[in-house]
């Protein structure tokens, strides 16, 4: 056999065992998780896009370490679009379980309160998202109505919809960003300051008009703070990291104050229904979920005592991806799961629950294209929800998946050209799914506990018997 020959002999033969391995390797590397798929071809083949193609290659890796790691079937559902996930490999069980418990009462006219946190970036400012699930579950429960946590001041007043608050002297404020009194910061990020300190209120949140609204002044530890409504001025103690004043209990959406806090820091305003599913929207803007560290473990202590939220719900990611070739975040998973940990030690009374982050895009060669690292991204937050007993939402597989952004921003307008935020139509989409997976989490609960007054009630008549 000659030299050509046995080239073209040698590549034939390199070419049958990479299609074998093509056509094999998935089962393969199922059952023998260890064993990398390897392209014979990769030392002979250009790619004009290197970098595109090196990122795209450095992502499966990571997801592959990644998975490795943790149960194939628990952890491998994380990719389930349309459901909340609990890793325990039931299709079953409720995913929040406590949480679902409260709603079960509520169905059934109980007078309760269910607090949700809901944490997150840019993606909810405005109360983008939150406004319109808020509506969807206090409508769904046939319950009371109100717009929940109002920060004294808020970057996202101007075009926030559901509720106004407009304040007059001169406020200052720290922040997760900017700390200089090193006070304790509230959930939303933020502690404001101001000796004299005028507030005009209106809940925009559309409610029976004899429906009793009840308007809360939180604040935290300091010095004695004075509260005038209308006539009245009222003197309050400042011991505790957190502090409620019932300012007002009344049909009336508006309100108005004056507050001399000195040296207090003050929260914000609560304008809640006397029973029913309050959503707090904390977003603050340009952050990862990281900051979160930053809140003191005195307050979370006395918000777990009093048991003040039911669920606590994390959406970040989009800060993240601000490289358009990154694909390891190994060093999100180092930062933010000490934070995860200390949450769920000083609130063990709350039930957490982790999103996916969405989809974003890059402009990749003129054409824009979903982040080659979201994969990557996703599984490590899966990874952290996974590692911390906490359901998981993937967010980006119930939107549609790669490609869903470009297509919302483009031609459903539901995005803006930034292909990174949903606008108001698509905040009401992304709501609905989020409400439909938690209705259906809320009907595997129901399904569960009507079973289980079946089998009571049999186990009784057989006793009977």
Known sequence: MNNNKKVVFLIVVVTIIHLLLSVFSSEFIRYYPNFKNVN???????????????????NAIDQEEIAQSLPYNDFDSYVKKGTIVAFNGDTIEPALKSFNEKLIQLSQNKKVKIRIAWFGDSQIEGDFITQDLRVMLQNYFGQQSGVGFIPINSISSDFRHSAKLVTTGDVRSDN???SIRNSSLFFSGYSFFCNDLG????????KSPDQITQKWL????????????????????????????????????????QINAGNTPLYGISSEPQSGIIVDNFSFRGITGVELKKLDAKLLAELNQSGYYDLIVFQYGV??????NDTNYKYYYRAMNPVIKKLKANLNKSEFLLFGCSDRAFN??????TAVGIDSLITTQAKLAYDNNIPFYNLYKSMGGNGTIVKWADSLQYANKDYIHFNHRGSRVVAKMIYNAIINDYNKAVK???????????SKKDIKI
């Not at 289980?452 to 049999?458: P, Y």
Request: proline share 2%; with cysteine; hydrophobic share 30%.
């Open 199 to 206: 507030v005009d209120f209106k809940d925009n949140v559309k």
């Open 319 to 324: 800060n993240l991806m601000y490289k358009p």
């Open 218 to 257: 939180l604040y935290g530890k300091g010095d004695t703070i004075a509260v005038r409504t209308n006539d009245s001025l009222m003197r309050y103690p400042a011991d505790k990291e957190f502090n409620r004043i019932l300012l007002n209990s009344s049909t009336s959406n508006k309100m108005h104050c």
């Open 176 to 178: 997760f960003k900017k």
């Open 364 to 369: 990749y060669d003129g054409e824009w294209k």
């Open 448 to 458: 569960k506990k009507s079973s289980s007054v079946s089998v009571q009630a049999n």
């Open 40 to 58: 014979l071809l990769s030392d002979i083949l250009y790619d004009a896009k290197g970098k595109t193609q090196q990122s795209k290659q450095q």
